[in-house]
């Protein structure tokens, strides 16, 4: 299915004037932090669920797939080996944040029978984002010849937020996933670079052209790109850009605005049981 995104709002973009922005403006417009004022509340309230859950349900942890510290996977399984499973690429901007701390996700899609794996990876500056897209695909390697002798055999979906999104993207091509879930995304690496976000990525051009969704051959398997409603203006049309370019390609894949959600929300319509992106990720197997 593909949804037709005529009439879906656009806010203004700021990247439209970008050459009269400055440094620090044009960073505001990828600051999620900031633009979600209870965010570190937000943040402790989810660390804090992940690293109880983290430690009660059923798993294997810390399963190594690659040489680098971070290259270590969080497998939840489910009863059946052969369920789905839902493997979820955590944000941060390439740079900040953990697998352990989004375990508080399993719940959702757990609920309906599902298994669940959470890669790691690692991070900038101490990897470029070169290194960082290759090791999604590693994991999904390690996952189609492993996932079976730890309970995961079944179909894949692979979904991320932010930063996990646009990995998400990238690795959609990868023979063990059968499907994608993009949630608040970032798929235009360009305006990155004029950020202070460069300081620890340090993208080059070669990058900016190679990793860019947007900038890229569409991937002919069905990607879901979600957004929040309260998002920052640059990453909503984001999603809405890269479910256009698809659509033109006639790639399936809907487009899922969640209404009143932001940058952190979101989540929580992949975190309960009766979420929207836990609805969306099951449809995603029709």
């Known amino acids: ?14 990247r439209s004037k970008w050459a009269e922005l400055s440094q620090a403006e044009r960073s505001a417009a990828y600051d999620n932090n900031a633009a979600v004022k209870n965010s570190p509340a937000l943040i402790e309230e989810r660390n804090k669920a992940s690293s109880r859950l983290r430690g009660t349900l059923k798993s294997h942890l810390d399963l190594p797939y690659g040489e680098r510290a ?20 955590h944000g941060g901007y390439w740079q900040r944040n953990s697998r352990e701390l989004f375990a508080m996700l399993v719940e959702g899609v757990a609920a309906h029978g599902w298994a669940v794996a959470i890669p ?3 991070l900038a500056p101490e990897v470029s984002l070169t290194d960082i897209v290759a090791e999604i695909p590693r994991a999904l390697d390690w996952l189609a010849a492993h996932g079976a002798s730890y309970g995961i055999g079944g179909p894949v979906v692979l979904s991320g937020w932010s930063a996990g999104a646009h990995l998400v993207a990238m690795a959609l091509d990868h023979p063990r996933v059968h499907a994608g879930l993009a949630i608040s995304g970032v798929y235009d690496l360009a ?7 460069n300081s620890a990525l340090k993208l080059t051009d070669e990058e900016i052209a190679k990793l860019s969704p947007l900038r890229l051959p569409v991937t002919q398997k069905r990607l879901d790109i979600a957004y929040g409603s309260n998002e920052l203006p640059a990453l909503v049309l ?16 809907k487009l899922i605005p969640v209404a009143g959600a932001d940058h952190f929300t979101i989540l929580e319509a992949l975190r309960r049981p ?6 969306a990720a099951r449809r995603l197997l029709d």
């Open 191 to 197: 305006p990155i670079r004029d950020t202070g976000l």
């Open 70 to 89: 971070n290259n270590k996977l969080d497998l939840y399984p489910a009863a059946k080996p052969d369920a789905p499973c839902l493997v979820f690429v």
């Open 1 to 14: 299915m593909v949804n037709n995104t005529s009439s879906t709002h656009r806010p203004f973009d700021p």
């Open 238 to 253: 984001d999603s809405i850009n890269l479910h256009e370019k698809r659509a033109a390609a006639q790639a399936p894949g």
């Open 120 to 122: 790691g990876y690692s």
């Open 274 to 279: 009766d979420g929207a992106l836990v609805e």
